[in-house]
Every structure is written in structure tokens, then in C-alpha cells.
């Protein structure tokens, strides 16, 4: 079963880069891979998304193989209040088309 | 800015009970989408809607149905509450006319966590 995998928890200094890998296989041929970011009591945020190759904005980068079994989110200097659960999201069409989320990784940094 | 609000953030009922919990969006999306979020499962989608009247179902639909009967508003309702059912349960839309639906960023509420005692 098709499914993504990211690891459960990371944890990080303020000032690092901070890479966080989703994998994923069966993924649609023409959709984005979409990460999110969750803080306690709200709903997911986007932070980026992309097809292939690398995607930078003005909080992370995305990058994304030729194969696109899997996608690493960077986020560049973290501090504090990049403490967050950060989630993938991509569509694996032989489940129909579904849209289906990581199981989300818990990134704790700290002072 | 786009806003997606969810009727209650915090709901009990009993089971047995029929639920209805309530999603409004303000930016004319054309697509909504209800999730639930369970500790180590991650967000799960239950059922979506791409246009008024139109639904299709997500991973986990059972026990639970939709309905889109104007744009801005996707209701979710619990037929017969189950214990099973408590959770957090989260709303989105997003952008759509055409586009596939993983190219557009979904737009979350901030949750209804709902407990069924």
C-alpha cells in the first residue's frame, strides 16, 4: 500500500539548517509535492510546494529528485518559533487519486 | 487574506447523537475538504467537494457524510456518533477551476475537537 514516511521527531539548535525528508512512492505524474506546518491549536499552514528539481521562497527550500520518490524540506537558520510538526502532502493515484498527508514530523528547537 | 472558520473548536456529544460540524470560507474556493487528525496518524481525509452539490470521498469515509449546498459552506455530519469518532477534525479549501488537486495550497481552519462520550 502506497503510503509516505517521514521521521517522527527531529530535533535542532536555533541557527541550524534543518532537513526534513518525506518519502513517497507512487506519487501522481503531474502534482505537486506540498508541505505544511502545524503549531499547537491551529491548522496546517503552507509553507511550499513544488514539482522537481529545488523550489526556494522566502522561508524554505524544496527539494525534489528526478524521480520524485521523495521530497526534503530545508529550512535555513531555524529559531524558536520554527518549533512545529511539518507535514508532506502529495496525491497517489493508485489509491484513486488520493490526497494523503505524512504522518508529520515533531521539530523541536532549541536555545 | 483567506479564512476558513470552523463553527466550534470545541465540541461534546453523545453516541448516538447526529453531528454536524460546520466549515465557512470567504476567498469563493471552489474546492473544501474535510481531515481528521489522530496522534500518530497525522491528518486523514474523510471526504471532498470540488463544486456546490458535488462530493467524492476520501480515505475514511465511513460513518460519516457531506454536504455542499453553497459555496462557502461544507458541513460534515456524523450520522450516529461513535466513540470512535472523537478526534480533531479540520476543514480546508482551496483554489480550484480545473487544476489538479494536489497543485493548489489548501487554506486550514483552526479545528473542532470533538469528543463523543
Known amino acids: 500500500l502506497a503510503k509516505t514516511t517521514q521521521p517522527i521527531s527531529m530535533d535542532s539548535y536555533e541557527g541550524q539548517e534543518v532537513n526534513i525528508t518525506c518519502s513517497h512512492n507512487?506519487?501522481?505524474?503531474?502534482?505537486?509535492i506540498t508541505w505544511y506546518q502545524q503549531f499547537p491549536s491551529q491548522g496546517p499552514r503552507f509553507i511550499i510546494q513544488?514539482?522537481?528539481t529545488k523550489v526556494t521562497n522566502e522561508v524554505a527550500s524544496l527539494f525534489i529528485p528526478a524521480d520524485r520518490k521523495s521530497s526534503t524540506l530545508s529550512l535555513p537558520r531555524v529559531s524558536l518559533s520554527d518549533t512545529a510538526v511539518y507535514y508532506c502532502?502529495?496525491?497517489?493515484?493508485?489509491?484513486?487519486?488520493?490526497?494523503?498527508f505524512g504522518q508529520g514530523t515533531e521539530l523541536s528547537v532549541k536555545p | 487574506d483567506v479564512k476558513v472558520t470552523q463553527s466550534s473548536r470545541y465540541l461534546v456529544k453523545r453516541t448516538g447523537e447526529k453531528v454536524f460540524l460546520e466549515c465557512v470560507q470567504d476567498?469563493?474556493?471552489?474546492?473544501m475538504f474535510w481531515y481528521r487528525q489522530d496522534p500518530g496518524l497525522g491528518l486523514r481525509l474523510i471526504y471532498f467537494?470540488?463544486?456546490?452539490?458535488?462530493?467524492e470521498k476520501g480515505d475514511i469515509p465511513e460513518g460519516y457524510s457531506v454536504s455542499r449546498e453553497k459555496k462557502e459552506r461544507f458541513s460534515l455530519i456524523l450520522e450516529s456518533a461513535s466513540t470512535n469518532q472523537t478526534s480533531m477534525y479540520l476543514c480546508?479549501?482551496?483554489f480550484g477551476q480545473g487544476d489538479l488537486l494536489g497543485n493548489q495550497p489548501q487554506h486550514f481552519g483552526d479545528g473542532t475537537r470533538l469528543s463523543i462520550l
Open positions: 480546508a479549501s482551496s
Open positions: 513544488g514539482y522537481k
Open positions: 467537494s470540488y463544486d456546490v452539490k458535488m462530493k
Open positions: 507512487n506519487i501522481a505524474t503531474n502534482d505537486y
Open positions: 502532502l502529495v496525491v497517489i493515484y493508485n489509491q484513486g487519486g488520493k490526497l494523503i
Open positions: 476567498m469563493d474556493h471552489e474546492n
